[in-house]
């Protein structure tokens, strides 16, 4: 199809949730405006009004699945919401993210009578991914067939769905938006090492490591600061440091955009 085209791009996660695949939707969104389509995105979250191209189907729950806690969104009123802002919005493709977990992503893709993207972003335990296609094996099924084009944000979540689905998986990792750098001014190198972790403060992003090597770093580096951007359960793990190692500890919780990018400019290593 030549010319713009209307792309509704389906995020199975929390809106209101600072994440991969948020920031991933979010970011593509805005590159393809920029290139001129229109899209519109559907994603749970709390409800808002309507505003330009976010439309909220519905209030999301926790899970602990993966080795992590995910919000997902699965009732029939989100199901109705997804069908009538599809008929309504008539898009040319949709692009499901996730469009194997249930909630809003699998439901588009069910309900797409447009060819579908489907991008897988998570790499899951072999037992895990095992039990689900199992036991979900019919569901599962119905969904892969309706992915018209598959791809995967790295190697390992490509191979992690390859072994399940017959649809061919093109990798292709997440862009950056170098724009965004390049506004951060540069005043010379920070008073202090800067190591910078972004994301969930669980164990399946590996934080209790990161703190741990933190901790056997800062004696040999006493310049050493670690710098934490999120939250979740394992924010104990700073809080029981040595109160020496915990004033070395900077806890930004979820930042907002603008203070995340200068906090990258201004780290010696970046860890997600």
């Known amino acids: 199809m ?134 979900e094996a019919w569901l599962m099924s119905r969904v892969w067939r309706k992915v018209d084009f598959g791809l995967a944000v790295s190697r390992a979540a490509a191979d992690c769905i390859e072994s399940r689905i017959e649809t061919p998986v093109r990798v292709i990792p997440n862009g950056i938006d170098t724009r965004t750098f390049s506004k951060v001014p540069q005043n010379g190198k920070p008073a202090s090492r800067r190591v910078l972790f972004v994301g969930r403060l669980d164990k399946r992003k590996g934080f209790p490591v990161v703190v741990r090597a933190f901790v056997a770093l800062a004696e040999r580096f006493p310049d050493l600061v670690l710098v934490v951007v999120g939250d979740g359960p394992d924010r104990a793990v700073v809080e029981r440091l040595p109160r020496d190692l915990r004033a070395r500890v900077l806890m930004r919780g979820t930042s907002l955009e603008a203070d995340l990018v200068s906090d990258y400019a201004s780290a010696a290593v970046f860890i997600a």
């Open 2 to 135: 030549a010319g713009p085209m209307r792309i509704l791009q389906a995020c199975p996660y929390s809106w209101d949730s600072h994440g991969g695949v948020q920031a991933h939707v979010r970011n593509l969104a805005d590159h393809l405006e920029r290139r001129g389509h229109e899209v519109m995105i559907l994603a749970p979250g709390r409800p808002r009004p309507v505003n330009g191209r976010l439309r909220i189907v519905g209030r999301p729950f926790y899970v602990r699945f993966n080795g992590s806690r995910t919000s997902v969104c699965v009732s029939t009123r989100s199901l109705l919401r997804i069908r009538q802002t599809v008929q309504a919005f008539q898009p040319d493709v949709i692009h499901a993210h996730e469009p194997l977990c249930p909630g809003v992503s699998m439901a588009a893709t069910l309900l797409a009578r447009v060819p579908v993207i489907g991008t897988y972003h998570a790499q899951y335990d072999p037992s895990v991914c095992s039990a689900l296609y199992s036991a």
